[in-house]
């Protein structure tokens, strides 16, 4: 191995091993292991710049979704709906849990993971502390909700996007294929709801006399749910027009509107609704992506997909890879990892004889790359530091003075992840034989 290929490569791990650590903020620590490769040789800046231009439609994606979450989000309607739990639970701390876990779902199929659980978060521990309630297993619930409905749509999760699009599935195509294995993991996870949150599941609570939050600006709002179902309409059918509209360019035209809307009605200016996006967040995939283009450019995702090629279309290649994938994904941030394994599984592909020199992969891999997305996706759900919206709830949790530990997490986040991992298994041994006849 060369030195480019060490210095790419130590780089890379440091970077994953400082984010798992929690040695200083994830953003940082990829931005500074961008700017290694960079001083280092290992990368030149043109380089760095075409590693982030080929990765442009997850980014522009989550950007045009993070600027139509904040103009709704002006709105009030967010806030509305989450009051709306306590109403409907009549009392009852099962349909209270069941209540999260359908609204996030509904959410989340249509809206990055870390974002709604940035919207819902800060709603749920002032809820739960009027009925006296512990606020940390409905955070935690939350998350873990937020991460497996992910799975439903191609946009509802970074993780899904970056697999989901090298593979070449359309919007529709991913629905078709994919969803129902999120569908599954959702199902799963509301029949864990007795075992793992007995103490809200059997809590019965007087409801408070609460002054209902309002909307602001009907018209704005009825606006922006305009674009936000035409931008459904077009998620699904975008690809299929004269001039494919592809899901990237749909949340950039969302967004465009969104913008125009908020600032004609006055609801928010736009420079306030630009400086509230997750900047870091965008930033952090950026440099990601810088540092995967270093593993690229020296050869070490080449060599890792030669090794990988020998097990690809063998019998145990899809559970080798879901469950090493989920342990991977407990210990480190999902989307890095996926987004490194990702061109590595299509290069294996190519290299046994699966993909075309385009990238394009046979039919009979949609198992292999199926089970990245459950693995990486499902996986991130164990522990505290798995996924980005994990993150995004323990520091709600942190603000809202219901601190989140390690192991406090652990108890929810293991036995969620065991039984999401069997249902996995099973959906994807029933994928493979539909796939082969």
């Not at 294929?177 to 007795?194: D, E, F, H, K, R």
């Not at 991130?380 to 219901?402: D, H, P």
């Amino acid at each position: 191995m060369s030195l480019d290929a060490l210095l790419a490569v130590a780089t890379f791990v440091a970077v994953l091993l400082a984010t798992a650590a929690g040695v200083t903020h994830l953003t940082a620590a990829a931005l500074l292991g961008a700017v290694l490769l960079l001083a280092t040789g290992v990368l030149t800046m043109p380089e760095a710049v075409q590693s982030v231009a080929l990765s442009q439609g997850t980014l522009t994606l989550l950007f045009g979704m993070m600027v139509l979450v904040r103009a709704l989000e002006a709105t009030g309607v967010f806030a509305v709906v989450a009051h709306r739990l306590l109403p409907l639970s009549r009392g009852k701390g099962s349909r209270l849990l069941i209540g999260v876990v359908m609204l996030t779902t509904v959410i989340c199929a249509w809206l990055p993971n870390a974002t709604t659980v940035l919207l819902i978060g800060p709603l749920l521990p002032p809820l739960a502390q009027e009925v006296k309630l512990d606020p940390r297993p409905l955070l935690i619930l939350l998350v873990l909700t937020a991460n497996s409905a992910g799975l439903l749509t191609l946009i509802g999760d970074p993780a899904t996007y970056i697999v989901g699009t090298g593979l070449g599935l359309s919007f529709g195509a991913y629905i078709r294929q994919i969803s129902s294995a999120g569908l599954l993991g959702v199902l799963v996870l509301l029949a864990t709801l007795p075992w793992l949150y007995p103490a809200i599941w059997k809590a019965r609570f007087t409801l408070p006399q609460q002054v209902p939050p309002r909307l602001h600006h009907r018209r704005a709002l009825g606006l922006l749910l305009t674009v936000v179902a035409v931008m459904l309409a077009l998620f699904l059918g975008g690809e299929l027009l004269p001039v494919p509209i592809t899901p990237d360019a749909v949340a950039l035209a969302g967004a465009a509107a969104s913008l125009v809307i908020v600032h004609q009605s006055g609801l928010i200016s736009v420079d306030r609704l630009l400086s509230q996006i997750d900047w870091s967040t965008l930033i952090y995939f950026m440099a990601v992506f810088v540092l995967i283009g270093g593993l690229q450019r020296t050869g070490v995702l080449a060599d890792v997909a030669e090794a990988l090629a020998s097990q690809v279309g063998t019998a145990g290649a899809v559970p080798l890879l879901l469950v090493s994938t989920a342990l991977l994904s407990a210990v480190v941030p999902n989307i890095p990892l996926v987004a490194a394994l990702t061109p590595i599984l299509i290069e294996a592909s190519r290299q046994a004889g699966l993909a075309g020199t385009d990238g394009t992969v046979a039919a009979g891999t949609l198992p292999l790359f199926a089970a990245l997305m459950l693995g990486g996706t499902l996986g991130g759900n164990a522990t505290l530091i798995g996924a980005s919206a994990n993150l995004v709830g323990a520091g709600i949790a942190r603000q809202q003075g219901s601190p989140l530990s390690f192991g406090y997490w652990l108890r929810f986040g293991v036995p969620t992840l065991v039984v999401q991992l069997g249902a996995a298994a099973l959906w994807l041994a029933a994928c493979a034989a539909f796939t082969n006849r």
